[in-house]
């Protein structure tokens, strides 16, 4: 019973095809066979992971298996708090990541709301109103205004019959429908106009349909089978992360088993050297990392909800910091959703309309000067008839209700066709709305239908005249009218004329304008009019109205500046070609060679092609869910970290296959905001701007702190390397080691995770998807201050054990302190890519209190006696204390000045 060009097929042929009955329907029978063969007209979710086995999934991840080694290790040591401590950090990694995935999987929950509860068929020769989910292929629908469709349907008759499939297609105006026969092939899904289509929602008439599908087998239910088929991608932060640990424990590991060796081949107390290596293979595995990055984008997303951005998937910060493609949905992200009125066109004059949005507020301006409507005839009659051949309602505030107490400003809202809300608004910004106009009562309406391109109105003036208004398609109307209205009387409508009007209305359709044509005739006395086509005849042509939905006005600057970042935005649309090539004109999104391609001719490239031209190509046009996603992994394929946005059913496939998938929180149905990462609380792709800045920044921290975490760790293990090699005795035992891991090194290091941007943040191309967390030179800054900071550490070990050669405490307590204050003075040269002269060492205040309680701490350890015997310290004088700050501030100190010399050096030769 499955087809997929029912609008290929004439009405017999449908009926026919589905072995149903035009007049009577299905019978009661039939309908139970069915429902029986095809299942209830329900979207099935596919068998789900249970919870408690998501939750044990968590704890599946390599660096967490890490973890866990090291909370043994720590337990076998006896170090309870910092077991306690490994494991806590643990637990909430992995409660953190049951949340993100449980609530991730709920998509297809919000898309079921989309259907409708009840529906109206005939079965068994009877109207009657049954659960939807009781529709079979072959029953016989009807729907008015207001009802949503239950199921894929081949419309049967249709009168004045509007839907609105925004949600499924992403085309902003509501689609006129026809019975008839569309005799083209692979047509898309948004001038299927023969068609109606499962959880689409009828604004305007009635009609009656045969089920074509029903289910899993309608337009939705192939979204549904997309989001559920589709794998989220994971982050580039859990890949470097993933990457990282792996490298940290086979580094820690081998280093370890080497100054164990090294230690025992020079006489040491194997048990002691057991305990030192172990204490190092602890402190090698940052252990703090995970909570650190968590901490991190914790933060970060505090940040971003005061700039309307809400982060439903931490990772997906830091991915968004890294995008190098935004592919953006048109309607009411680039857009504001709003039809707004643009230029009108009366007597041969071209009028500017300013004003965006609802907001009845608004100027006429003719040739650059301010035109008034009530001084010029012509544009009042325009206007008049606007209002007057109209259904919709323009209300402040929600739902039209005023608070009378409160003198805050309401927005404005329209109620009706969009369309039609657009010429109430131009109208209420010349002061003409319906209680101006209630000297003119409304006889008789003739709807807007497919076929006749108009809209009519009888009305009868309380001094007894009548007229009739009309409003339609420019070239259907024109062929109506004798006459026009032109200085103010009218006129015969001369070819001259009729060729102007004919070239304006190209004119405004060039700028991606929409266009209506109004026109009136009075009714002689005596007259009667009965049907459409004698109301819509020997009209008087009055003038053209342009209207669109409107760019918002933040946008250019927004992409403007995610250009200048290197991110390239792509516009995909449900809209028509032309439409969206002018919007993406306007916004900067379209470049000079630039191409535009619609769903038709995607359809027909085949891969290799498309392959080929995907990076040049900016705008998509007419495209479905389908294309969306081909686009998406075409990117992906090209290297391309992709951010998608959207706030329709129709986008949630792609938002949840992109590596970062972002919904409208305003206009955005609850499925695309189960699918995404981040919801625009505001629905302003400028926030998107403002994101990605904080998303680059919360990355730019992580870099940092991972630099400071690593190099003091590598600084740690190669202290008691080089003394092992060196056949020196040990310089840290395994308590301090264990006490600068986990007090001097967290600390600090969140602080980090909080670090203001640098000034380049936006200026700099997205990192590669692919690069290592290492890339840029961090890994050889990990390695040279470590290096440093070891070389140093000992130096100041083997001066005091020279000095007291009986006292190895002191040593040990003088390579305690200065690992410790080379750490905290380091951490300020990890703020900057370059050194520390090159940023302020104050501006980050977290950072400075931070270290103030580290030295606190390392000086309660030193100086309190029940704390020595536990940490194996002595007290150190004044001069001892010099000395161990000249190492410790030797690893940063050297490499700035290093770094200003170079600097000085560039600039010589580049003058």
Not at 215 to 220: F, P
Not at 541 to 552: A, K, N, S, W
Not at 629 to 649: F, N, S, Y
Not at 664 to 673: F, H, Y
Request: proline share 4%; hydrophobic share 45%.
């Amino acid at each position: 019973m499955d087809t997929n060009q029912w609008y290929n097929l004439t009405i017999q042929e449908c009926i026919d095809r589905m072995q149903t009955d035009p007049v009577k329907g299905l019978s009661s029978k039939e309908a139970s066979i069915r429902l029986e063969q095809v299942g209830e007209n329900i979207l099935q979710e596919k068998q789900k992971v249970s919870p408690f086995v998501i939750l044990l999934n968590q704890f599946k991840d390599f660096m967490v298996l890490v973890l866990l080694a090291a909370t043994l290790i720590s337990g076998l040591l006896g170090e309870y708090t910092d077991a306690i401590t490994i494991i806590a950090i643990v637990i909430i990694n992995g409660i953190l990541g049951f949340i993100q995935e449980y609530r991730a999987e709920k998509s297809l929950g919000a898309l079921k709301e989309l259907t409708a509860p009840t529906a109206h068929v005939v079965r068994d020769g009877e109207l009657m109103q049954i659960q939807a989910k009781q529709i079979v292929p072959g029953d016989l629908v009807y729907f008015e205004g207001g009802d949503r469709i239950p199921a894929d349907l081949r419309i049967l008759t249709s009168q004045g019959l509007q839907i609105e499939e925004s949600a499924l297609t992403g085309e902003s105006v509501p689609v006129s429908k026809i019975d008839g026969v569309i005799s083209q092939q692979e047509v898309p899904l948004g001038d299927q106009k023969n068609m109606a289509f499962m959880g689409t929602l009828v604004t305007r008439g009635t009609g009656q349909g045969v089920v074509t599908g029903t289910g899993m087998h309608t337009e939705m239910g192939k979204i549904a089978d997309l989001i559920q088929t589709t794998d989220s991608m994971q982050t580039p932060l859990q890949q470097r992360l993933e990457q990282l640990g792996k490298i940290l424990i086979v580094i820690a590991l081998a280093l370890t088993a080497v100054v164990v060796i090294a230690g025992i081949m020079h006489n040491h107390n194997p048990y002691q050297m057991f305990l030192a290596g172990v204490s190092l293979a602890v402190a090698a595995i940052p252990e703090g990392l995970p909570a650190i990055v968590t901490i991190a984008l914790a933060l970060g997303v505090q940040r971003m909800i005061k700039r309307k951005a809400i982060v439903r998937k931490l990772p997906s910060v830091e991915t968004l910091g890294c995008a190098s493609v935004i592919c953006s949905d048109k309607t009411g992200t680039l857009t504001q959703n709003k039809m707004t009125v643009r230029e009108l066109w009366v007597e041969g004059k071209q009028i500017e309309v300013s004003g965006t949005g609802y907001q009845p507020l608004g100027n006429f301006i003719l040739e650059g000067k301010e035109v008034y409507p009530d001084r010029h005839a012509a544009l009042m009659k325009l206007l008049e008839i606007n209002v007057l051949c109209n259904n919709a309602r323009l209300v402040e505030g929600k739902e039209g209700k005023k608070s009378i107490l409160s003198r805050e400003k309401k927005e404005w809202t329209i109620i009706g066709d969009p369309t039609e809300g657009a010429l109430m608004v131009v109208s209420a910004k010349a002061r003409i709305e319906p209680n101006s106009l209630l000297q003119w009562e409304r006889l008789k309406e003739f709807p807007f239908d497919s076929e006749r391109k108009m809209m009519s109105v009888l009305l009868r003036h309380r001094k007894g005249e009548q007229m009739v208004g009309v409003k339609g398609a420019p070239d259907v109307l024109l062929a109506r009218c004798t006459h026009i209205l032109w200085n103010g009387k009218v006129s015969i409508l001369t070819p001259t004329i009729r060729k102007e009007i004919m070239e304006s209305n190209q004119h405004m359709a060039e700028q991606a304008l929409r266009v209506l044509g109004v026109a009136y005739r009075d009714v002689a006395s005596g007259e009667r009019i009965v049907d459409e086509n004698q109301a819509e005849n020997k009209l008087v042509f009055v003038g053209l109205c342009g209207m669109i939905d409107p760019p918002r006005e933040e946008v250019k600057e927004a992409i403007r500046k995610c250009r200048v970042a290197g991110i390239k935005t792509v516009m995909i649309t449900g809209d028509h070609q032309t439409t969206a090539e002018a919007i993406a004109r306007q916004l900067g999104i379209l470049p000079r060679g630039g191409l535009t391609i619609n769903g038709q001719d995607l359809y027909n490239m085949s891969d290799e092609e498309f392959d080929k031209k995907v990076e040049q190509i900016y705008v998509y046009a007419r495209v479905s869910p389908e294309h969306k996603l081909k686009i998406v992994r075409a990117l992906q394929a090209k290297g391309h970290v992709v951010a998608m946005t959207g706030d329709g059913v129709n986008d949630a496939p792609a938002i949840k296959a992109a590596n970062i998938g972002i919904a409208m929180g305003i206009t955005g149905t609850d499925v695309s905001k189960e699918a995404s990462s981040l919801v625009l609380a505001d629905d302003n792709f400028a926030t998107i701007e403002a994101a990605i800045e904080e998303g680059r920044t919360i990355y730019d921290n992580i870099r940092k702190f991972i630099r400071y975490l690593l190099a003091s760790n590598v600084g740690e293990i190669l202290v008691m390397f080089f003394a092992m090699i060196a056949g020196m005795p040990l310089p840290l035992v395994p308590i301090q080691i264990l006490w600068v891991n986990l007090v001097t090194d967290g600390l600090p290091a969140m602080a980090l995770g909080v670090d203001q941007a640098e000034g380049n943040t936006m200026k700099r191309p997205p990192r590669p998807s692919r690069e290592s967390i290492f890339a840029r030179g961090l890994g050889w800054k990990i390695l040279s201050r470590g290096f440093l900071i070891g070389i140093c550490t000992l130096g100041a070990f083997w001066i005091t054990l020279q000095a007291n050669p009986d006292d190895l405490t002191k040593a040990q307590t003088m390579a305690f302190a200065t690992l410790v204050m080379a750490q905290l003075i380091h951490v300020f040269d990890c703020r900057s890519e370059r050194t520390v002269f090159h940023r302020n060492p104050l501006q980050n205040k977290w950072l400075v209190v931070a270290v103030i309680v580290s030295v606190l701490l390392l000086i309660g350890v030193i100086y309190l006696e029940p704390l020595q015997p536990i940490f194996k310290t002595v007290a150190l004088d004044i001069q001892e204390w010099f000395i161990l700050l000249i190492f410790a501030a030797i690893p940063t100190v050297a490499v700035g000045v290093m770094g200003l010399l170079w600097d000085a050096l560039k600039g010589r030769r580049t003058a």
